[in-house]
């Protein structure tokens, strides 16, 4: 299997054929291309599946027989003595990754086919696809840092060009230009953090830093630094001030843990994510719920034992994920968008996987990470079918309103898979026995009832476990409020009364809808609809008054997910942790040992709330139907404010978006006013000097010859005797 | 041995001397072509000598010619290249060239147009290929007034303020590098740049300020350095593509060449004295530009100040005073020829269909205008460092070279590195505003008509194309290119930071950056010297 490891390089670089050859052709040969287009999609669906069967192939060898991680580097960069490299690595967390990628995106450009199908741009979609795919495989076999910010920026890129497909939608071009600045906010602190480890460790190498930061320590500590790889400076600045040293360390590691910040959409930096899913569902599905949202927490895992030695970086990422945790959960119990309402649920289990990171669980959290990519993915794909439907019911003009769930209802009537898998997800998403999110979740919360219970009462942890549980608990009941709202009841999208109190509400949030209905050709895609509608072109009217079932080629990677979403936990059973044997810290061999009492205790608790969450969704959207709103009228102002994302919008908008607006017309205004007013000022100054000087115009060339030499002469000899 | 660089410098500007015989009548078909065909000979003539004559193991002064020319005043005709030099042929031959064939569209007195295109590719190139400050100052001068006329006649609305601007900021900056030159000669006995680098070491301290902040106002109207850029705004922002592309592409760069060249290479203990100076004036110059091209509501400033902004990078490497910090200055100033060319050619090309420049009255010509749109995020992405582009490499040699740089304390380094790195989330900040502003949302029907948006013809797309591989190539493998003038950059380095490790001159307050520990290292890592 030696080969498939020499191989690896090619698992990024196929689809990125793939992005190159399809992009030429938009390029160079537009209408040909625009002809062909399925073979465009067949070159971007091929390529991945080569790399899924690759990645598989190198998946199931690494956990198998445990080989050391792999690694081929080059010299990418130099200046005398100095080197950049970089290349691949292939551990058992990177072969994971490469599995987990390659498998949801193979499912989700299948998905996109029928879900794509009538865009002018699909052709660019499959484009941005596989190079999005690329620099996420890219990302996950960088084997130092500074290929990994390489990648990192990609992702960022390719995130940005999606949310903003739809480029002639307002609110699409500002989402993505939100995605790309928030995210630049965490690349800053990323690239910061990056430059002061290498300061101390003189290396961009994941194991060499934490290795080289561990000797640091120890000299703080008052060891010799003998024998060790640190800088003689270095080593003289730490013994001078060992505390300082450390507070500098913890402020670095802090400063590259803001990357993961916003690229997992953690607080405060999460407000990207939600504006998000202006971009095509396929892509909300693979980037923005599986994948790329994912490598903050990849890059934790990446550079834990860079954090682990320092209690406070690790504290400052738990609290970071669990507050994240429980600000994306109360967002999610009032959303009426089905793509919002998903968008804070991964922002909320993207807390609890970095929560469980700054818990020391390494093992849980990729556990996680991996299940969740599963049912998160396929949920997402199942509010697309959906949405689908819906857009065939209330048509294409009416986006929006596709995507509300009071305007949904009684779907499952008609769309029998989509409703059986949305079921499977909002089951495992709940933590529900024995589906892989029970498992995956009950590791996590296991973790941090150990450390804050079991091994002595520990109030930082104990109280992470304990918002952790709260936490499961809002997610069952609003998964299932939103199950409840789309699936089970009436089919409300036919009652024009609904549809004309939603669409004022909407309108009146975004004057959106003007925009797009303003448009005699809507330039956007379609997203999806029937290929019989095609011929039916964009007549408003003439759409179906019955939601129906989406393509096979929609549902069948529904169905397809469904399997890992039921089955994936049952690789990381506590008593029988084939997943943490393979995947564990470096330098952590075993997991902590399995207690039945523990699991009950752990496992029993959650279960038990979140089966008082679904109850509860079941008895306030299914029994009395007629209270969710008299109870939202009755705590109005918390209601507002879960509605209103905490106000947070709101706030970046007064602060930052106003505020550095400001501050940019204040120097234009200083260049214009002062520094050129300053230029203007001299010239005016030079024309009162030429008035002057025109009466030593005498017309006599002996004399500007004297003028002339009279200036140079001085200068000449003040610089000769210097 | 074929005198390379003369022919190089020689042939467009005799060319140049054919084209007022040449015949207008056909809207200047003959003038264009015939201007093409010679631009592209000598670019192939530049490739030819960098592939056959020129080492890039050796830091030393290549090709070198040499003929006496005026002996009384010590003036010869003098030119060579190396490290420093030969990737800004390089980019001029190339940059000039493309910059010809966006000129197709010229219409008015093409004949004289392309005339003071071909003188200044010549100009340009002596520019950075002569080693005879004499020399250097006639080509630095030469290269002016057709900047000057190519301004005044062909530009925008303002182009007479915007000329006159430009020819007294440069005018004036020169004086400077005449009357150090003329210094010089007294001081050193030669106007040879290479002898008097090697007589470096008899200028005393005080001479050293006076010369190096001589030419550090000279080039600081070139590069542009924060407060003497704002000529180059309005300059911008009247001329037309493609003198853009040379303002952009080209001249700018002739500041942080000479910067090196004479700067650094001349005056190593003047560089400890200032290159705090330059770091912080590169960090304002990073903040202050992209503040004032996010505030700006025309199109073509917008993009001029993000040029002030990116040459920022130049300084800070400069004064990191290390090897790579050198080398990313070095790097930013090929990628930002190559990118800030591909950007101003993209807003001529926008402009020509929109026929307004004004940020606020456009939005929505993606749908009309694929290609451009694509090939605009491309480079718009490209500005904005994003990795696999040139851009990217450039910076973060920057940022690497001015982390590690032994020679200031911890605050400093920090301070600068932090500040700097605001720069990395300002710029996608006002580049994307842009993008956002010209091609998403809904067309503007008031103003655009929407039958003159036509996409981008063939021509465009291959310049773009043109730019675009080695922007790329670059951003994937950067040492292909860095190892052209690696060797030149380390050894002026090395040189430099010895002497300034060895010289004990007062610093005043700007010793308080230094760390004090940095003289005493060059006793214990005394660092072998090449050369």
């Known amino acids: ?722 | 041995m074929f005198p390379w660089l003369s022919v190089i410098i020689l042939v467009p500007i005799l060319a140049a001397l054919v084209v007022p015989f040449l015949s207008e009548k056909d809207g200047g078909k003959t003038i264009k072509w015939f201007s093409l065909v010679v631009g592209i000979i000598d670019f192939i003539l530049i490739v030819a000598a960098f592939v056959t004559s020129y080492d890039y193991t050796s830091s030393s002064m290549q090709l070198v010619e040499r003929y006496p020319w005026f002996p009384p005043i010590g003036l010869e005709w003098s030119v060579g290249v190396d490290g420093l030099s030969m990737p800004l042929v390089l980019l001029t031959g190339f940059i000039t060239t493309l910059a010809i064939a966006a000129s197709w569209p010229v219409t008015l007195r093409p004949r004289f147009f392309f005339f003071l295109l071909l003188v200044m590719y010549g100009g340009m190139i002596g520019v950075f290929a002569v080693q005879d400050m004499l020399l250097f100052f006639l080509f630095w001068e030469l290269e002016l007034i057709p900047v000057y006329l190519l301004l005044a006649i062909w530009g925008g609305y303002g182009r007479m303020y915007a000329a006159t601007k430009f020819i007294l900021y440069t005018a004036i900056g020169s004086i400077f590098i005449l009357v150090v030159g003329v210094a010089l000669y007294l001081q050193a006995g030669s106007l040879n740049m290479v002898e008097i680098a090697a007589a470096s070491g008899k200028f005393s301290f005080n001479f050293q300020l006076l010369c190096f902040g001589g030419l550090l106002i000279a080039y600081a109207v070139k590069l542009p350095i924060f407060p003497m850029h704002t000529w180059l705004p309005d300059a911008h922002g009247e001329a037309t593509a493609p003198v853009h592309m040379l303002l952009a592409g080209i001249l700018l760069k002739m500041g942080g060449y000479a910067l090196m060249r004479m700067n650094v290479g001349f005056f190593p203990e003047a560089t400890e004295w200032f290159a705090p100076i330059l770091i912080g004036l590169g960090v304002v110059n990073i903040i202050y530009a992209a503040l004032t091209s996010f505030a700006q509501r025309n199109l073509k400033r917008k993009i001029a100040y993000s040029s002030i902004s990116h040459m920022g990078f130049v300084l800070i490497g400069i004064g990191s005073l290390t090897e790579i910090g050198m080398n990313g200055a070095m790097l930013q100033m090929i990628s930002h020829g190559l990118i800030g060319a591909s950007l101003f050619f993209l807003v001529g090309a926008t402009y020509d269909r929109t026929h307004t420049l004004q940020l606020p009255e456009m939005g929505g010509i993606a749908t009309r205008m694929p290609k451009i749109f694509a090939m605009f995020t491309t480079c718009s992405m490209a500005s904005l460092a994003l990795p696999g582009m040139s851009g990217f490499v450039a910076e973060l040699m920057v940022f690497v070279g001015m982390s590690t740089s032994s020679a200031y304390t911890f605050e400093f380094k920090a301070l600068v590195v932090v500040l700097a790195a605001i720069g990395v989330i300002l710029t996608p900040i006002y580049l994307l505003s842009m993008l956002r502003e010209i091609f998403y949302g809904k067309l503007n029907h008031e103003v655009i008509h929407e039958d003159e948006l036509v996409d981008a013809e063939p021509r465009e797309v291959f310049i773009i194309a043109c730019l675009l591989v080695p922007i790329i190539g670059i951003g994937v493998y950067p040492k292909l290119t860095t190892d052209i003038f690696d060797k030149t950059t380390t050894a002026l380095t090395q040189a430099t930071v010895k002497r300034i490790q060895t010289a004990q001159n007062p610093l005043g307050i700007l010793s308080k950056v230094y760390d004090p520990s940095y003289k005493t290292k060059a006793v214990a890592e005394s660092v072998p010297l090449e050369n």
């Open chain 1, 1 to 722: 299997m030696e080969l498939a490891y020499q191989a690896a390089w090619l698992i990024p670089v196929l689809p990125l054929m793939a992005a190159l050859i399809i992009g030429l052709g938009i390029l160079c040969f537009k209408g040909w291309t625009a002809q062909h287009r399925l073979w465009a999609a067949g070159l971007s669906i091929g390529t991945i599946a080569l790399a899924f069967a690759l990645s598989t192939l190198i998946f199931f060898t690494s956990f198998w027989s445990k080989r050391e991680p792999f690694t081929k580097l080059f010299t990418w960069a130099q200046a005398g003595n100095f080197t950049i490299d970089v290349g691949y690595t292939v551990d058992n967390l990177g072969a994971l990754m490469l599995f987990v990628v390659t498998a949801v995106a193979f499912l989700v450009m299948v998905y996109s086919h029928g879900y794509m199908e009538h865009d002018p741009g699909y052709v660019r979609f499959f484009a941005y696809l596989s190079l999005f795919s690329s620099s996420m495989l890219g990302l996950v076999l960088s084997p130092n840092l500074i290929q990994v910010y390489i990648f990192w920026e990609l992702v960022g890129m390719c995130s940005y060009l999606l949310i903003g497909f739809w480029f002639s939608k307002k609110a699409a071009a500002d989402a993505a230009q939100k995605a790309f600045v928030v995210n630049r906010v965490g690349d800053f602190g990323l690239l910061l953090g990056i430059l002061g480890l290498f300061l101390v460790t003189q290396s961009f190498d994941f194991s060499v830093i934490a290795e080289r930061l561990e000797q640091l320590y120890e000299v703080a500590k008052g060891a010799s630094p003998e024998g060790m790889g640190l800088a003689a400076d270095v080593v003289k600045f730490v013994q001078a001030n060992p505390q300082l040293a450390l507070g500098l360390a913890t402020v670095v590691c802090l400063l590259a843990f803001m990357g993961p910040m916003a690229k997992s959409a953690q607080f405060p930096l999460h407000v990207w994510l939600p504006d998000a899913m202006e971009g095509p569902t396929p892509i909300s599905a693979l980037i923005h719920a599986a994948t790329m949202v994912a490598a903050g927490v990849f890059l934790v895992a990446r550079m834990f034992s860079i954090f682990e030695a320092l209690p406070t970086v690790m504290t400052c990422i738990a609290w970071t994920g669990s507050i994240t945790g429980v600000v994306g959960a109360t967002i999610a119990l009032t959303q009426m968008d089905i793509k919002k309402g998903l968008a804070y649920s991964t922002i909320s289990q993207l807390g609890y996987m970095i929560m469980a990171m700054g818990l020391g669980a390494y093992t849980a959290a990729i556990f996680h990470l991996m299940t969740h990519a599963f049912f998160k993915a396929m949920l997402f794909l199942g509010s697309g079918s959906v949405i689908h439907s819906m857009e065939g019911v209330l048509g294409h003009e009416n986006a929006k309103e596709s995507q509300d769930m009071r305007l949904m209802g009684g779907l499952k009537h008609y769309m029998p898979v989509t409703s059986k898998t949305f079921l499977i997800g909002c089951l495992a998403i709940s933590g529900i026995f024995p589906l892989s999110g029970f498992w995956s979740k009950d590791a996590i919360l296991g973790e941090a009832f150990t450390k804050g219970i079991l091994e002595g009462f520990e109030p930082s942890a104990a109280a992470l476990w304990l918002i952790g549980v709260i936490t499961a608990g809002m997610t069952a009941f609003y998964m299932f409020r939103m199950y409840f709202l789309t699936f089970e009841g009436e089919f409300r999208g036919n009652n024009p009364e609904v549809f004309s109190m939603v669409k004022a509400e909407l309108s009146s949030a975004q004057d959106d809808q003007e925009e797009v209905t303003a448009h005699a050709e809507p330039a956007y895609g379609p997203g999806a609809m029937e290929v019989t509608e095609l011929e039916q072109g964009h007549q408003h009217h003439d759409h179906h008054h019955e939601p129906h079932e989406s393509p096979w080629s929609m549902t069948m990677p529904l169905a397809i997910l469904a399997v890992p979403s039921i089955f994936a936990g049952l690789i990381g059973l506590p008593w029988m942790n084939w997943f943490g044997a393979a995947i564990h810290a470096p330098g952590h061999e075993e997991a902590h040992k399995f207690i039945l009492s523990e699991l009950a205790i752990v496992a029993g608790s959650s279960t038990v709330i979140s089966l008082a969450g679904i109850a509860l969704a079941y008895y306030l959207y299914i029994l009395r139907p007629e209270l969710p709103g008299q109870i939202a009228q009755s705590i109005k102002p918390l209601y507002q404010f879960s509605k209103q994302k905490w106000y947070m919008d709101d706030l970046y908008e007064w602060i930052f978006v106003r505020g550095s607006r400001a501050l940019a017309q204040t120097a234009l205004t200083t260049d214009k006013k002062v520094i050129d007013g300053a230029v203007n000022l001299s010239g005016f100054g030079a024309i009162l000097a030429g008035e002057g000087l025109k009466y030593f115009e005498s017309g006599r060339t002996q004399f500007y010859v004297l003028v002339f030499f009279g200036a140079i002469i001085p200068l000449v000899i003040l610089f000769g005797l210097l």
